[in-house]
């Protein structure tokens, strides 16, 4: 509060300072190039006087995240004639961009006020620079705010204001577009970089980039757009500023894939205009990312194997308050072992399992006479998936598991495929279905995500007959992972399943998986 009120006494003298020699009215009239504002010889105006022309927009204070009312200037002229209290300018083709309601000032020239004391003036030096880069920006348009608020986040991404100032950015950016959106791609090259690019890149391993300004003072912010070889569209980061000379980025890993990727550099300049630097959107720098050998897809490189062991309960009756025997319930284990490939072969894996289940039907008692039905299967599987990435980057993969076990009947078989869409550890959506020889089916929908960095979110529905083949049953499930380090996850799991609405209960599961 202390920081916010010294903030506030700083700015106070320059904006009665501002009031003191800037009149200020309105637009009321645009006619034939002329404009009318709503200020005359009352508030000290004279022929000649300077008019400004400028829009109101809504900014939050980088400092105190308090809502600020700002502006964008729109034209400018002198005083044609003045008149009582209403004046006339000329001016000319920029009248088009003027609109009844536009705020309208005219300079009076009057004694200056007295400056800041030092009282005022005292803030922390990182504060400081904020406050100031935000004052300079008073009557800028929006594309020198911008490229401003870029150099100073290019400059100090770890800045405690970063992340107030991208989303003031992000405001400023949809003003922009709103305001003059972009036609066709800017494609002109403004400035020169040094860059030497690599005509190969190694797959799934990050590609680090470097530039070199060789006028530091002609660019006020960098970006990297890139893309997977093919795609339409290109995603972008802005690049960080190292010792003013040094602009540097990373492309993701997930981008570095066969057959290539491509990238170019836009730039800002300290008055907004934007343009190129190295490459364009239709001519970008190419990158060639080749298929690794076989055996290298098969080398034992650090966290491609992964071992899972996972338990889960699944109750059908533990809340059916009928009287009587309805035990319905299913346990199932399993032990996998995956390894992942780079390629369109993705991962590989095998692993053992199994089934243990009682009842399976939603109205019957059991009794000595209709005794409880049982299953059980002790099953191994062999696994693999294959993926890929659409044009735009999207990725999708298949895959599915061959089973055969043992069971009460004897020797078994069974079945599972799958389809996501999306990233495996981040947000996708899977479409699943298994079925097992004496145990039964399921058929399920799973939607996962990744809302923190340590931590995978899933949730599920899903229909099922097992554990006897029995009556078809809905299972409603979520099931969180915890990424306890890079090596080690604890999972837990929690799911309600039904017959119908009488016979229904209450399921739970954990698990632990290791990587190296």
């Known amino acids: 509060m202390k920081r916010a009120l010294l903030i506030l006494a700083m700015l106070a003298p320059a904006a009665a300072h501002a009031d003191d ?16 504002v709503s200020i005359g010889r009352d508030k000290g105006v004279e022929a000649g006087s300077a008019l400004r ?16 009312d700002d502006w964008i200037p729109v034209a400018s002229a002198s005083v044609t004639e003045p008149g009582a209290v209403m004046s006339r300018a000329v001016i000319g083709d920029e009248a088009a961009q003027i609109q009844v309601g536009d705020i309208a000032e005219i300079y009076i020239d009057r004694p200056d006020a007295p400056p800041p004391t030092p009282e005022q003036q005292h803030v922390d030096p990182q504060t400081a620079e904020v406050l100031g880069i935000f004052a300079s920006q008073v009557g800028k ?57 690599a005509p190969t890149a190694a797959q799934g391993e990050p590609l680090a980039l470097v530039f070199v300004l060789d006028h530091p003072e002609r660019v006020a912010s960098a970006y990297l757009h890139y893309r997977p070889r093919g795609a339409k569209s290109y995603r972008s ?95 199932h284990a399993t032990t996998d072992f995956t390894y992942r490939l780079p390629g369109h072969v993705e991962s590989v894996g095998v692993g053992y399992g199994v089934y243990a289940g009682q009842g399976g039907y939603a109205n019957e008692t059991w009794t000595p006479d209709n005794p409880m039905p049982r299953s059980g299967f002790h099953y191994g599987y062999a696994d693999v998936e ?12 298949a895959g599915g598991q061959l089973i055969a076990g043992v069971g009460r009947n004897g020797f078994g078989m069974g079945v599972e495929g799958r389809v996501r869409v999306g990233e495996r550890e981040g947000t996708n959506l899977a479409l699943i279905g298994r079925t097992i020889d004496s145990v039964g089916w399921l058929s399920e929908v799973r939607f996962g995500t990744r809302p923190l960095q340590q931590m995978l979110l899933g949730v599920s529905v899903g229909a099922t007959n097992q554990p006897n083949d029995g009556d078809v049953g809905v299972k409603l499930g979520t099931e969180v992972e915890l990424l306890a380090s890079d090596n080690a996850s604890i999972l837990l799991r929690g799911s309600w399943q039904g017959r119908t609405i009488d016979h229904g209960g209450l399921g739970a599961g954990a698990g632990l998986g290791f990587r190296w």
């Open 21 to 36: 020699e800037i009149a200020k009215g309105t637009v009321i009239k645009i006619e034939a190039g002329e404009v009318y």
């Open 53 to 68: 022309i400028k829009r109101a927009i809504a900014l939050h204070h980088p400092v105190t995240k308090a809502a600020v």
């Open 237 to 331: 980061v802005l690049l960080v500023r190292e010792h003013d000379i040094y602009l540097r980025g990373t492309v993701p890993a997930d981008i570095v894939a066969p057959p290539g990727l491509d990238y170019f550099v836009e730039v800002s300049r300290p008055d907004g205009r934007q343009g190129v630097a190295l490459g364009t959107a239709r001519d970008p720098i190419a990158v060639t990312v080749e298929e690794p050998p076989l055996l290298d897809k098969l080398a034992p490189l650090p966290m491609r194997s992964g071992v899972r062991l996972a338990f889960d309960y699944l109750d059908f009756g533990n809340l059916d308050s009928r009287s009587g025997d309805r035990t319905d319930r299913l346990i």
């Open 141 to 197: 348009s929006l594309d020198e705010r911008i490229a401003a608020w870029e150099r100073y986040l290019s400059m100090r991404p770890g800045s405690p204001f970063a992340p107030g100032i991208r989303h003031e950015l992000d405001e400023l950016h949809s003003l922009r577009e709103q305001l003059n959106p972009p036609k066709t791609p800017r494609e002109a090259a403004i400035v020169h970089v040094d860059h030497a690019s």
């Open 386 to 397: 294959v993926g890929d990435r659409t044009p735009d980057g999207v990725h999708y993969s």
